[in-house]
């Protein structure tokens, strides 16, 4: 594995990759790397012959400079680990002076998706993530990328790039990550204390005694009521807690296949999601 810190350098690896014919597939992150991180550069298992793996804290996706600052970082964890799965041929990992030139001023802004959910309490999160996520598409020239469903939301919003932009990239999505407990494998929870840590396996416990109760025919509005006390009586400060609709992300009334539960929720200032399909 090659660790690439400039743009330049890509350009001419993937160049020499494109003229030999090579299918390139992209796994974007932020580092701080865990099992789920890995798993989406196996997802690309036949399906791409050359993988690359970007790590960029972007700070256009971050609406509160503390969460920028606070977040986990360490390059070289990252790229020990990456190493050991023999899977990856290059971790690209630029500073800001290779993505972000003097004077950016262009954002990409997918309205519907990005509105809801995150986007309602995170204004400019979805703009910054569908901006980064366009350049690292161009500068790694991938003919495929795998993001995690854990980042459900996010997932909506670069299908809807690709399809309006006409990008010629395929999106694989990869099923969530969880830990014995169930808690979704996150960057963020490297920052929980060991205490939240504990706290925080009622958030999928919650979601899922939810599901239960939503197929034996509870009405949703009680099932996501009842669950939004519990996690309030567990420390939770809950920021939405609902279901919709898998595909238009629309909230829905009644649980059905292709719906899902979304929730986002912070134990002090650290703020989880997850989300979990009906069917
Ligand atoms: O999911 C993430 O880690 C980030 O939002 C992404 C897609 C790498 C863009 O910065």
């Keep these: 594995m ?3 810190r400039t743009r330049q350098e890509l350009a001419e690896i993937v160049t020499q990759w494109q003229r030999e014919g090579e299918a390139i597939g992209l796994v974007p992150t932020m580092g701080s790397l865990h099992e789920g991180h890995l798993t989406l550069v196996r997802a690309l298992d036949g399906k ?12 256009i996706q971050f609406n509160n400079p503390d969460d920028f600052q606070l977040y986990p970082r360490g390059l070289d964890g990252d790229e020990a680990l990456l190493a050991q799965t023999g899977l990856v041929d290059i971790l690209y990992a630029p500073d800001e002076t290779q993505i972000y030139p003097p004077g950016f001023s262009t954002r990409i802004s997918v309205s519907g998706p990005d509105r809801m959910l995150c986007g309602a309490d995170r204004p400019g999160h979805f703009d910054g993530v569908a901006t980064i996520v366009n350049k690292l598409f161009m500068q790694t020239r991938a003919d495929i990328a795998a993001f995690g469903e854990k980042d ?18 395929t999106i694989l999505p990869v099923p969530t990550v969880r830990e014995a407990d169930h808690l979704a494998l996150s960057s963020r929870n490297k920052r929980l204390t060991p205490a939240q840590r504990e706290q925080a396996t009622h958030l999928p416990q919650a979601l899922m005694n939810c599901l239960t109760a939503l197929k034996a025919g509870k009405p949703a509005s009680v099932s996501l009521e009842q669950c939004a006390q519990t996690l309030k009586e567990a420390g939770f400060t809950v920021h939405y807690l609902e279901l919709r609709s898998e595909k ?13 539960l979304f929730v986002a929720a912070s134990l002090g200032d650290i703020r989880l999601i997850d989300n979990m399909p009906v069917a």
């Design 2 to 4: 090659k660790l690439v």
């Design 48 to 59: 791409a012959t050359r993988r690359i793996v970007t790590i960029f804290v972007n700070p």
């Design 152 to 169: 459900y939301q996010q997932l909506c919003v670069i299908r809807r790039m690709v399809t309006d932009l006409d990008l010629p990239i």
């Design 248 to 260: 238009s992300l629309a909230p829905v009334q009644k649980a059905k296949a292709n719906t899902r």
